[in-house]
Antibody, heavy 122, light 108 residues
Framework: EVQLVESGGGLVKPGGSLRLSCAASGFTFSSYSMNWVRQAPGKGLEWVSSISSSSSYIYYADSVKGRFTISRDNAKNSLYLQMNSLRAEDTAVYYC???????????????WGQGTLVTVSS | SYVLTQPPSVSVAPGKTARITCGGNNIGSKSVHWYQQKPGQAPVLVIYYDSDRPSGIPERFSGSNSGNTATLTISRVEAGDEADYYCQVWDSSSDHRVFGTGTKVTVL
C-alpha cells in the first residue's frame, strides 16, 4: 500500500525557515516523480514544486521560486521541501503527492499524504 | 500564466447528473486530470488523461475534453459525491502544474 507521511509543519515567524519531510513507503520511490501541493485555509489547491525521479528535473511555482527548495533522498525514500523567507501567504496545509505512474510532466497525482500545516505568523 | 476557470458551485438533486466545467485556452490540446476533495481530507484522483478512471472510482464519473472546455460528469449523483472538485493540467509553456479554481458540488 502506498503511504506518504508529511512532517515538519508548525508555527514560524515571517522571514523564518522550515523544512518539510515526506516519508514514502509501499512503492519503489526512486521510480516516481514527486510533488508538493499546498492549500491555504478555505482556499483551493496550489501546486508548489515537482522533482523528477532522479532529481534531474525540478520545477517551482512562481510564488515560491527562489525561496523554496525541493529535494529527495532515494536511499531514504524521502522527499523534502526547504522553505526560507516565509511569508504570511505561505500559510497552508502542504501535501506531498506522488505521480500516478512513472511518466512525464503531464502525469496526474495519484497518491497524496494527509498534509502538514504550516502557519506563518508573528 | 495559464488559467483554469471553474464555476464556484454546482447544485444537483440525488440521482441526477452533475456537470463541472473547466475552461482554459485550447485546453483540448492538454491532458486534464480531476480531483475530488472532501472536507478535512486529501484530494483523490477521479479522472486522469481527460477520461480515464483509476481503479475504485465508480463508472458514474466520466470526463471529456475539447476546444476550450473540459468537463467532469457525475451521473446518478449520490450524497457521498458532495465535495470540492479540481481540474488540473501541465502547462508546458511555463513548466507549471496548474489547478483550476475549484467547484463545490452540493447534493440537494
Amino acid at each position: 500500500e502506498v503511504q506518504l507521511v508529511e512532517s515538519g509543519g508548525g508555527l514560524v515567524k515571517p522571514g523564518g525557515s522550515l523544512r518539510l519531510s515526506c516519508a514514502a513507503s509501499g512503492f519503489t520511490f526512486s521510480s516516481y516523480s514527486m510533488n508538493w501541493v499546498r492549500q491555504a485555509p478555505g482556499k483551493g489547491l496550489e501546486w508548489v514544486s515537482s522533482i523528477s525521479s532522479s532529481s534531474s528535473y525540478i520545477y517551482y511555482a512562481d510564488s515560491v521560486k527562489g525561496r523554496f527548495t525541493i529535494s529527495r533522498d532515494n536511499a531514504k525514500n524521502s522527499l523534502y521541501l526547504q522553505m526560507n523567507s516565509l511569508r504570511a501567504e505561505d500559510t497552508a496545509v502542504y501535501y506531498c503527492a506522488r505521480d500516478f505512474m512513472p511518466c512525464s510532466t503531464s502525469c496526474p497525482l495519484g497518491y497524496w499524504g494527509q498534509g502538514t500545516l504550516v502557519t506563518v505568523s508573528s | 500564466s495559464y488559467v483554469l476557470t471553474q464555476p464556484p458551485s454546482v447544485s444537483v438533486a440525488p440521482g441526477k447528473t452533475a456537470r463541472i466545467t473547466c475552461g482554459g485556452n485550447n485546453i483540448g490540446s492538454k491532458s486534464v486530470h480531476w480531483y475530488q476533495q472532501k472536507p478535512g481530507q486529501a484530494p483523490v484522483l477521479v479522472i486522469y488523461y481527460d477520461s480515464d478512471r483509476p481503479s475504485g472510482i465508480p463508472e458514474r464519473f466520466s470526463g471529456s475534453n475539447s476546444g476550450n472546455t473540459a468537463t467532469l460528469t457525475i451521473s446518478r449523483v449520490e450524497a457521498g459525491d458532495e465535495a470540492d472538485y479540481y481540474c488540473q493540467v501541465w502547462d508546458s509553456s511555463s513548466d507549471h502544474r496548474v489547478f483550476g479554481t475549484g467547484t463545490k458540488v452540493t447534493v440537494l
